[in-house]
Structures are given as structure tokens and as C-alpha cells.
């Protein structure tokens, strides 16, 4: 079931993803094809844009290995 995010004055697609779902780049393709037009609207979304998060967006891993400078 996909879930619906609606953005704040000031808002990024990436950073609602990570605010509000916790997702990290790799989701933005999945809730672009979900939300044709989207991509129109510019980088930073007017505020009250309703936009849909797929289960597949949420499906796609949100952390990356930690990497250590000395290893």
C-alpha cells in the first residue's frame, strides 16, 4: 500500500524522503515514476504538494555500509 507525504514550505523531494520515511537517494527514482510531474514542479516543491511513497520506494535499503577512513 503506498503511502502520501505532503510538503512543507521549503521542501526537497530528498529531504522529505529522509525526514518522513527515513529513505536516502536511492528511493527518488521509484517516487518520481509514482508522481508524474513531480519533477515539473522544481527542486523545491511548493507547499501542500501531496506526493506518493510506492512500497517499493521503502522497500530499497536506507543505510550504506559505514565506511572508516583507516580501513
Known sequence: MADT???RQGDTLD???HRDRGLGPEAI???LA???GL???GAVLPAGTAIIIP???AAAPATRPLLQIWD
Request: aromatic share 0%; net charge negative; charged share 5%.
Open 34 to 36: 509514482a508522481n508524474p
Open 15 to 17: 529531504l522529505i524522503l
Open 55 to 57: 512500497d517499493a520506494a
Open 29 to 31: 527514482g521509484t517516487v
Open 5 to 7: 507525504v505532503t510538503a
Open 39 to 41: 519533477a515539473a514542479l
